[in-house]
């Protein structure tokens, strides 16, 4: 004997009166298949699949939250390739809740991007990065919108330039007290008491991260997230490593002496260089200071 199975969403209504902006799943486990340069293929992902659900006579109980499911199942596994694939799934979301009379559809898809990245200055050596990156696309018919934003986070050394000009005092002064009474000094001499004392005091740095987010250009061919990733670090100049040899971690300490920089020398290079290439540009940059027991953060 064959059964129809109740279908409460249809047949009982609710309180039609009240319009909701957004109705839909939140965390849901999906695998992100990505066309990136130099990133891994596949990543875990976890995704938002949100519509509205407006109020009136003929107003559902419920929306149908298996043709959603659906919908973002078979859109992994097509693949993340632009904003074009993006488009098409939000189209398909608001096209399977004609009956509800939806006109809006919100995705934020969530996972790490896997890079590979080269050694500083060794030769033939790499490691792996993973950068934590959100996609958030939006469509909305009543408005005739679509847009994507990228957001992602990159994870930097920065060196606190009051605390590098205070330690410079501090080297200064004892090389004066101890040699300025000499009226000459040859250059191994310099060298020697540098070697032995030149770490008298060291300014402080500390692990940074910079979280920006752009406006993607509905027509490009790609997401562009590893380029962005790659303009980010170049702006910055001192990108935390992954395989390091003594080579690679004297040429950081290098990098990171002449580039020292506060938060807000962070939050405004970064700003006004993508401001130049990218619409919609948000930055948050927040340096976990070793010094303080807080963070110091400057949003632009």
Not at 77 to 87: C, D, R, V, Y
Not at 95 to 112: G, K, N
Not at 194 to 220: C, F, G, K, W, Y
Request: charged share 25%.
């Amino acid at each position: 004997m064959n059964a129809t199975l109740p279908d409460v969403a249809r047949t009982q209504s609710g309180d039609s009166t009240v319009s909701l902006d957004e109705v839909g799943m939140e965390n849901i486990a999906v695998p992100v298949r990505l066309n990136e340069t130099g990133a891994q293929p596949v990543s875990e992902g976890s995704a938002d699949l949100l519509v509205d659900f407006p109020g009136g006579e003929t107003a559902l109980k419920g929306i149908h939250m298996s043709r959603l499911y659906r919908l973002l199942i078979e859109f992994s596994e097509t693949g993340l390739s632009s904003p074009a694939a993006l488009e098409q799934l939000m189209r398909q979301c608001v096209d399977s809740h004609e009956d509800c009379a939806s006109t809006r559809a919100l995705l934020r898809l969530r996972f790490p991007l896997m890079l590979s990245r080269p050694a500083l200055v060794s030769r033939g050596l790499s490691g792996w990065r993973s950068y934590p990156l959100e996609i958030e696309a939006e469509m909305d018919r009543r408005r005739d919108l679509f847009r994507v934003r990228l957001h992602l986070d990159v994870t930097y050394s920065s060196t606190c330039p009051c605390s590098a000009a205070l330690a410079g005092q501090v080297i200064g002064q004892t090389f004066h007290a101890d040699l300025g009474d000499r009226a000459s000094l040859a250059p191994a001499e310099v060298l020697e008491w540098l070697e032995h004392n030149a770490m008298i005091a060291t300014p402080h740095s500390q692990r940074s991260v910079a979280s920006v987010s752009v406006l993607l250009d509905p027509a490009s061919e790609n997401l562009g997230a590893s380029g962005l990733i790659d303009e980010i670090e170049a702006i910055l100049l001192t990108p935390v490593q992954t395989l390091v040899r003594r080579s690679d971690e004297q040429a950081f300490a290098r990098l990171n002496g002449v580039n020292p920089m506060y938060v807000e020398d962070a939050a405004r290079r970064l700003a006004g260089k993508l401001r130049q290439r990218h619409q919609g540009v948000r930055v948050q940059v927040r340096h976990m200071e070793s010094l303080h027991a807080h963070d110091a953060v400057a949003r632009a």
